[in-house]
C-alpha cells in the first residue's frame, strides 16, 4: 500500500523528535482538520543571511542571536542556506552548524527550512538526513544549478526520486534566474506526492502564481510567495504566506501583513503592504547587486547592523570591495521608509 502524506509527515515529527528539532505537529492528528496537520509551512519565513567573522569562518553564536530576534519579531520560521545565506559558498558542515545554531535561538515551537542545494540527488538525500539531525524541519530543493535546461519530464523524476528518499518534507524552490525553471506542468504533476508540502515561488511574474495556485487548488499543496514586489497581491489570492529575504531583516512588516489579511483587517493590511511597496525599490532599483551579488548578503547585514542586531557586515566571497558611498546611501533610504532602528 502506498504511503500517504499523513504517514510521511507522521514519520518526519518523530525523527524530528528523535534529533531534537520541531515536530511537524504538535497535537495529535484526531485533534486538528486534515489541513491543519498536513500543513507544517506557512505564516512568515525568514530567508536567513550567514553571518561570518572576520577571517570569513561561520559566525554561529551571531547566528543563534539573530534567529532568536526573528522569531520574537514575528517570524513563523527560518529559511538557512538559501541564496541569500551563501549556500554556494558552505560546506555541508558549516550548513549543519548554521542549522544547529538557528535552532538553538529559535527555539522548539517554530519551524526551520534548510537548503539542501548539492551536485548529484544522493548527495542531496544524504543532506536531507544530516540536516534533520542538526535540527531542520523541512527539506528546501532547487532545480539543479546548471547551464544547461532540464525538460519537465525530467525535473517531474528528480523531485519525486528526491522525496521519495528524503528524510525530511520537501518544499519545492523556483526562482526565475535559475536555467531550468520549475515549470507548471511539474509542480501539478507531483504536486499530491506525500512528502513534497509545497513550494517557494520566486518567479518572474505575478500571473505564474496565480496560474500555480489555481492549479493546486484543493490540494495540501503550500505556495509561499518568495517575490517581494508580488507579495501584497499573493496572499489575497491565496499564497499561505511570505517565505523572503527582506522579512530576514523586517519580520514584522510581513507578520502584520500575514495577520491582517487572516483578520480581514483591510486598513492594517493596506497601511502594511504601502510599507512593503516602498521597502521592495530597494530590490528593484538601490541595490547594486549588477556588480556584485555580494551586495545582497551585505546589504541585509547592513539593516540587520542598523536595527543592532548584528555587529559586522563580513561577507564570504573574496575580492569583494564594496562601494563606500553604498552604506550611507543605504541608511539614508531605511530611515526616510520608517525600517527599525536600534
Known sequence: ?????????????????????????????????????????????????????????????????VSERLGQAGADGIFVAGSTGDMALLTIPEREALIAATRKGLGTTKKICAGIGDWSIPAMVDNTKRFRDAGADVAVVMAPIMFFVYS??????????????????????????????????????????????????????????????????????????????????SLKIGCRGVLSALAGVWPELFHELV??????????????????TDMTHLFLGLMPVAKSFSYFGLTMKQMLKYRGWIDNTNVRMPGFTPDPAWEPELYEFLAKNGFPKK
Open 1 to 65: 500500500m502506498k504511503p500517504s502524506r499523513r504517514d510521511f509527515l507522521t514519520a518526519g515529527s518523530m525523527l524530528a523528535l528523535s534529533s531534537g528539532a520541531l515536530p511537524l505537529t504538535t497535537a495529535k492528528a484526531d485533534d486538528k482538520s486534515d489541513a491543519d496537520y498536513l500543513n507544517p509551512i506557512g505564516g512568515v519565513i525568514s530567508v536567513a543571511v550567514t553571518p561570518y567573522h572576520e577571517d570569513h569562518t561561520i559566525d554561529t553564536e551571531t547566528m543563534t542571536s
Open 152 to 233: 519537465p519530464a525530467e525535473m517531474t523524476a528528480f523531485f519525486t526520486e528526491i522525496a521519495d528518499r528524503s528524510a525530511l518534507p520537501i518544499l519545492l524552490y523556483h526562482h526565475a534566474r535559475v536555467s531550468t525553471p520549475i515549470e507548471p506542468e511539474t509542480i501539478f504533476a507531483i504536486a499530491d506526492h506525500p512528502n513534497i508540502i509545497g513550494m517557494k515561488e520566486t518567479g518572474a511574474n505575478f500571473e505564474r502564481t496565480e496560474q500555480i495556485l489555481e492549479g493546486v487548488k484543493g490540494k495540501d499543496f503550500v505556495v509561499m510567495q518568495g517575490n517581494e514586489p508580488y507579495v501584497v497581491k
Open 259 to 276: 495577520r491582517s489579511c487572516r483578520a480581514g483587517d483591510d486598513a492594517a493590511y493596506d497601511k502594511a503592504a504601502a510599507k512593503l
